[in-house]
Nanobody, 122 residues
């Protein structure tokens, strides 16, 4: 059984940085696409970033500020977030797709974690 466990969320001031981690256990294939999504109160879950066979991919809203990476030896995916803005406040979810290529649709991912709260204050 696959499990994804996010960590690293918290409360930060605007302009600061935060790094999220996602530990993947169970049936894990390093080549499967993995992504980060977020959901703010009253809004739908939206794509943030993903890593797949071809490289890394980002939503326009975070491009240049966020960096996704993975450590296959540790089965961990990271999301480094810098220059955080209040609009980045959301619950962040790590998701894994049983495909080698990414998707921006959260429903295309088979496994996801419980989420970690990120709150950015002004």
């Amino acid at each position: 059984q696959v499990q994804l466990v996010e960590s690293g969320g918290g409360l930060v001031q605007a302009g600061n940085s935060l790094t999220l981690s996602c530990a993947v256990s169970g049936r894990t294939i390093s080549t499967y696409a993995k992504g980060w999504f977020r959901q703010a109160p009253g809004k739908e879950r939206e794509f943030v970033a993903a890593v797949d066979w071809s490289g890394t991919h980002y939503a326009d809203s975070v491009k240049g500020r966020f960096t996704i990476s993975r450590d296959n030896a540790k089965n961990t995916v990271y999301l480094q977030m810098s220059t955080l803005e209040p609009e980045d406040t959301a619950v962040y979810y790590c998701e894994m797709r049983v495909r080698t290529y990414y998707s921006v649709a959260p429903d295309d991912y088979t496994y996801w974690g419980q989420g970690t709260q990120v709150t950015v204050s002004v």
